[in-house]
């Protein structure tokens, strides 16, 4: 998001503790970053107005929740045009399964990550969801053997 608020160090501090912590209370948080729990407070509430906090959400684990099966699957349009991709995103948006849409360049239209209970699951999907849409020319799908590296936070 580009925009005309500019984040002193302060700023950083905070959103590198609520990344690691979104749990923390504002005192803890104001104790982490040095300052008095009023100027936390309003400090966040910028940060949240001004859009670079987004949301607080739990981070799950798949695995436990039988959604282990993790696909990287690139998608072709029959043709690129504005309505079908406009078509295709508006179709993406609905599918639980799909925790990612890219928007790519290269061979492929779109990279999707798609999580499943398995790969009978997923054969399911790829057949009755995605196969239900008629803009898709081809399909391509890269199965996750291990994951190595899964950050959810930014570098700052």
């Known amino acids: 998001m580009k925009t005309e608020t500019k984040l002193d ?10 990344q690691s912590d979104a749990r923390l209370t504002t005192k803890q948080l104001a104790a982490r ?3 008095s729990t009023t100027p936390v ?9 001004d859009g670079f906090i ?22 072709k349009l029959k043709q690129m045009t504005r309505g079908d991709a406009d078509h295709f995103v508006s179709y993406v948006r609905k599918i639980p399964q799909v925790t990612e849409c890219y928007n790519i ?12 209970p ?7 999907f790829i057949i009755n969801v995605l ?21 959810v936070g930014l570098c700052l």
Request: with cysteine; charged share 25%.
């Open 33 to 35: 970053v040095n300052l």
């Open 9 to 18: 160090a302060t700023d950083l501090a905070i959103l590198r503790c609520l």
């Open 105 to 116: 360049s290269g061979e492929f239209d779109y990279l999707l990550k798609i999580l499943a």
């Open 118 to 124: 398995s790969m009978k699951a997923y054969n399911e």
């Open 131 to 151: 196969g239900a849409n008629d803009s898709i020319g081809s399909i391509q799908s890269s199965f996750v053997m291990d994951e190595i590296k899964h950050e």
């Open 54 to 75: 987004r949301g607080y959400v739990a981070i799950l684990d798949a695995e436990k929740l039988d959604l282990g099966f993790t696909v990287f699957c690139s998608v």
């Open 41 to 49: 407070f309003e400090r966040l509430k910028r940060l949240e107005r």
